[in-house]
């Protein structure tokens, strides 16, 4: 990605957790990434001290797209109204309506809790889900491809 001079480069986005390999796992199927080089899970009954830390998921042409940060604890947001207002959701796009129902299931099959259905909206079919840590997400259909 080439970037303008005297401009900041958005490197990644970077969700909070108290389970950051879980959360990272989750993210990782969900979007078929793979992690940076160093950050990939341990062998069965092995430490995992970049699990207990930092971890990095990229594309296919190694960019970093979505980092997971260990936290000791962290309120779940109350999405759409509560006392814990979600403070960013990640918007998630994909081609056609096929995509949009297997990614659905994907998603619920992976730990995602369903928040919001709005499939059947003929101006924006979407769904708005929480991932295993509670951090929304929406899943919905490019314009013009349904």
């Known amino acids: 990605m080439a970037t303008r001079r005297g401009f900041p480069e958005l490197l990644q ?24 080089p160093g950050d990939e899970p341990p062998a069965d009954g092995e430490p995992d001290p970049a699990g207990q830390d930092w971890l990095v998921l990229r594309d296919t042409s190694s960019a970093n797209r979505v980092a997971f940060q260990q936290v000791a604890e962290l309120p779940e947001a109350t999405w759409p109204e509560g006392p814990h207002p979600q403070q960013l959701h990640l918007d998630l796009m994909v081609p056609t309506a096929a995509d949009f129902e297997a990614s659905h299931e994907r998603a619920l099959g992976l730990g995602a809790r369903l928040l919001n259905d709005r499939s059947d909206d003929p101006e924006e079919p979407l769904r708005v889900y929480a991932d295993p840590a509670g951090h929304p997400f929406c899943i919905f259909v490019a314009a013009g491809t349904q």
Do not use: I, K, W
């Not at 986005?13 to 990272?24: E, G, Q």
């Open 13 to 36: 986005v970077v969700l909070d957790s108290t389970d950051a390999r879980a959360l990272a796992e989750f993210y990782r199927q969900l979007l078929g990434l793979r992690y940076r």
